[in-house]
């Protein structure tokens, strides 16, 4: 299904360069190289560049950009999308709290130089699917923008044939792909009253305290599954509503297998995303 061209001024600019922000690192199994996912993107043309960016990374809600369509009615995109003019870029790259941006070249990206035909047009699987952007180039290239909340809330920017999946997650230190899982990233909650603040100390006296416990074994993961529940409920809402997303079994390094999914299951229960 096909809706309104969005963004006009774009039609028939030339692609500068791409920025990205919080980047993949990891390669999937259908890919040579990183995956196209990214938690914000910028195709900066030669007039104007746009700016896309999933809202639950960067403003813990799932709120997109509202379209108003032909005909009355109101269409929404499952990311944030907005229109600047290149000198005014500096200035709207900052909406990502501080979190890095970098050029990204990359043959199975927009490239400079690349025209686009028409500005983006929303586009969608089926009557029902949630909205995307496709971008068509003189060179003959069409590449689609969609959100991928079970890819940790990631914009895929990718040619249309492209469909990213896992097999697993597995998490082996902080800065990994869905490295906020990791126990290092996990600080200063508080369980039973007590502050868990270094996330560098609090592990290792779990670790220690379930080797004089009766049973060690249940003692370790009834103490991991109390750390992650607390922790979800307090931290910024952001990895909250990553968490209830997840879609994927888990492997952190550390942390008990099944734990994680059992508090991501509890949370959506109770509407904590």
């Known amino acids: 299904m096909r809706g309104p061209l969005l963004f006009p001024a774009l039609a028939g600019q030339t692609v500068v360069a791409m920025r990205v922000c919080e980047p993949w690192v990891a390669a999937l199994p259908q890919t040579a190289g990183p995956a196209c996912l990214f938690g914000a993107i910028v195709l900066q043309c030669n007039q104007h560049a746009l700016l896309c960016h999933a809202p639950v990374r960067y403003l813990a809600n799932t709120h997109g950009s509202k379209i108003g369509l032909h005909g009355g009615g109101v269409a929404e995109l499952p ?16 909406l990502t709290g501080g979190a890095h941006w970098s050029h990204r070249t990359s043959l199975v990206l927009p490239i400079p130089g690349e025209i686009l035909v028409e500005a983006p047009q929303m586009v969608r699987d089926g009557g029902s699917g949630p909205w995307q952007l496709e971008f068509r180039f003189r060179t003959g290239r069409c590449f ?10 990631s914009l895929q920017f990718a ?9 697993r997650i597995q998490v082996m230190g902080p800065e990994d792909d869905f490295g906020w899982l990791h126990p290092l990233r996990l600080r200063k909650f508080v369980v039973d009253g007590v502050l868990w603040e270094s996330a560098k100390v609090w592990p290792i006296q779990v670790l220690r305290a379930s080797r004089n416990a009766a049973n060690p074994k249940c003692f370790f993961r009834h103490t991991w599954y109390s750390a992650l529940r607390a922790y979800f409920k307090q931290c910024p809402p952001s ?14 390094q550390g942390i008990p297998d099944g734990v994680i999914e059992e508090v991501a299951e509890e949370l959506r229960q109770e509407n904590w995303g």
């Open 79 to 94: 990311f944030r999308a907005s229109l600047c003019e290149v000198d005014e870029l500096e200035h709207w790259l900052p």
């Open 144 to 153: 689609r923008l969609q959100y991928r909340p079970d890819m940790d809330a």
């Open 159 to 167: 040619p249309v044939e492209v469909d990213y999946s896992l097999d």
């Open 239 to 252: 990895y909250r509503r990553r968490l209830v997303e997840l879609r994927y079994p888990v492997q952190v």
